[in-house]
């Protein structure tokens, strides 16, 4: 199901709770939507969930962490909206991709409880500083993706645990291209992450 481009829409109908078989939603492009309603977490089938451009979306229920199939996640450019804590809570998700969320300055320690997580996108994030250290844990990490966030500086060492880890891309963060990029950095700097197969630090601009 795709919801989409529904600028009136201020609540999701309450007949999509009998909708016990769906196992793909995205609302996107939705403006005046401020809440997804408690019972989002008795879509017990659902295994993609894609939110994005939902500007006064302020708010995920807690019922959410209910949603036992759920194994990709995507929330993009959702202006109000803070990443919560219940997220460890998604005992099979495989992929969350987060972007465009201008209060997220640091990300929920429960991340760290997502054993099953294999692929991790963080982009566009001016206010974004530091990564944590428990990033180590989640050791089924297979892929991470970091982009636009101009304020992180370095990596946690914590980097060298993650062995599962096989691809990390880097794009328009200079200072983490200019500690990181191969024959550009420190050598211990490199040691932290020579164990990916794939290391790909792009340089969009000359200004990056």
Sequence with gaps: MEIS???????????MQNLASLQQLKIWNCASLQILPDWTGELGALQMMD???????SSLPQSMMQLNSLQYLTIGYCDALQLPGWLGKLRSLRSLDVWGLPKLTCLPETLRELTTLQELKLSCF???NTLPEWLGEISSLR???IET???????????KRLTAL??????RCPELRKR??????QAEDWDLISHICHVDIQRITDED
């Design 166 to 171: 096989e691809e990390l891309e880097i794009i």
């Design 180 to 185: 990181y990029r191969k024959g550009e950095g």
């Design 143 to 145: 892929r991470l993706k």
């Design 126 to 128: 001016d206010a974004l």
């Design 5 to 15: 481009s529904c600028n009136d829409l201020i609540q999701l109908p309450k007949s």
């Design 149 to 159: 966030c101009p304020g992180l500086t370095c990596l946690p060492s914590s980097m």
């Design 51 to 57: 939110i994005r451009s939902c500007k006064r979306l």
